[in-house]
C-alpha cells in the first residue's frame, strides 16, 4: 500500500526543514512553506544556499499566527511576528519574478544582516502578492509563494534509496528538500503519475523537478562534496534538456489536512 511517510517544511527559503507529523494545506500548499526569504537590501535579489552556504545552518520554525522564529549556531534565536497591513512594502526580485512584498521590519534585517555577513533583510509573502506557477504548467489561477516554480515537491522513498544505492552512499532525504515522501512503491514511479489523493485532497503532479548545486550540500554540516555528489550520478542517468530529474512537482486542488501514515491512491 502507497503511504505518506514523511512531511517537510521550509518555512525560510534556503533555511532549514521542519519535519511534521501534520499540516494543513492552503493555496500555496504546506501552510506556512516558503512564505519567508532573504534578500540583499541593496539589490532585492533573493538569497540562498545557492551562493550563501552558511543558511543550511539557519533554522526558522513557522508558528500558527504565521510568525517565524529564527535561530543559528552561537545566536540568540529572534521572534519575528507576521507583518502588519502597514508594513513597508520591499521590492524583490526571485528568478524571472519581480514583486513587492511586505518587508519584516529593522530589528529583523539587522538579526540576518549580522548572520550573513552584509546588509539583508527578512521579507514574507502573504497570499495576494503570491506569484504565478511557472508558466506552461499548470492552470492560470496556480499560485506559489517563496519557492522555486510550484508550491509542493514529492519524491518516492524507493527512488532516494536507488539514487543511494548508485552513489555508494546512504542519502539524507532532507538534501532534496522534498515537503512530501511517498514509499510503498517502486523507484521512479511518480515520473508517470499525472494526478493523486491523499487524505480527502487532490494533488496534480505537473513537472518532474531539475536538481541543482543545493544537492551536494550536505543537510547537517552544510558542506559541499568535493565530488559534486549527487547530483553527478543524477546527470549520468536522470539527465533531460532542463537538468538532471529528480522528484516531481505537485499543486494541491483544494485545502486540507495531511498526517504521516496516510494513505496513497494514485487517480491518473
Known amino acids: 500500500m502507497l503511504r505518506l511517510s514523511a512531511l517537510y517544511r521550509y518555512p525560510l527559503k534556503s533555511g532549514k526543514g521542519e519535519i511534521l507529523q501534520q499540516a494543513g494545506l492552503d493555496k500555496l500548499g504546506l501552510e506556512g512553506d516558503r512564505r519567508w526569504m532573504l534578500v ?24 500558527a499566527q504565521g510568525g517565524l522564529t529564527l535561530g543559528a549556531p552561537g545566536r540568540s534565536p529572534i521572534d519575528i511576528a507576521l507583518p502588519g497591513n502597514d508594513a513597508e512594502l520591499r521590492g524583490v526580485t526571485i528568478f524571472r519574478d519581480s514583486l513587492r512584498v511586505p518587508d519584516a ?19 514574507q509573502i502573504p497570499l495576494e502578492r503570491a506569484r504565478i506557477t511557472q508558466a506552461g504548467y499548470g492552470k492560470d489561477d496556480d499560485r506559489v509563494a517563496f519557492a ?58 505537473v513537472k518532474p523537478c531539475s536538481r541543482c548545486i543545493l544537492t ?53
Open 105 to 123: 521590519g529593522d530589528e529583523a534585517g539587522a538579526w540576518v544582516s549580522e548572520f550573513i555577513g552584509k546588509p539583508t533583510r527578512l521579507v
Open 216 to 268: 551536494t550540500v550536505d543537510p547537517q554540516t552544510g558542506l559541499r562534496s568535493d565530488d559534486r555528489e549527487p547530483l553527478a550520478t543524477l546527470q549520468k542517468y536522470r539527465a533531460q534538456e532542463e537538468g538532471a530529474m529528480f522528484g516531481q512537482n505537485l499543486v494541491n486542488d483544494g485545502n486540507g489536512q495531511l498526517e504521516v501514515g496516510m494513505p496513497v491512491t494514485i487517480l491518473e
Open 40 to 63: 540583499d537590501e541593496a539589490s532585492g535579489r533573493f538569497l540562498s544556499q545557492r551562493v550563501v552556504g552558511q543558511m543550511s545552518q539557519l533554522s526558522a520554525l513557522w508558528n
Open 148 to 205: 522555486d516554480g510550484f508550491p509542493l515537491l514529492l519524491i518516492g522513498q524507493a527512488s532516494l534509496e536507488d539514487l543511494s544505492q548508485k552513489v555508494g552512499q546512504e542519502l539524507e532525504m532532507l538534501r532534496f528538500r522534498p515537503n512530501l515522501v511517498i514509499e510503498g512503491t517502486h523507484a521512479y514511479a511518480e515520473d508517470s503519475w499525472k494526478r493523486i489523493r491523499i487524505g480527502d485532497v487532490e494533488f496534480r503532479v
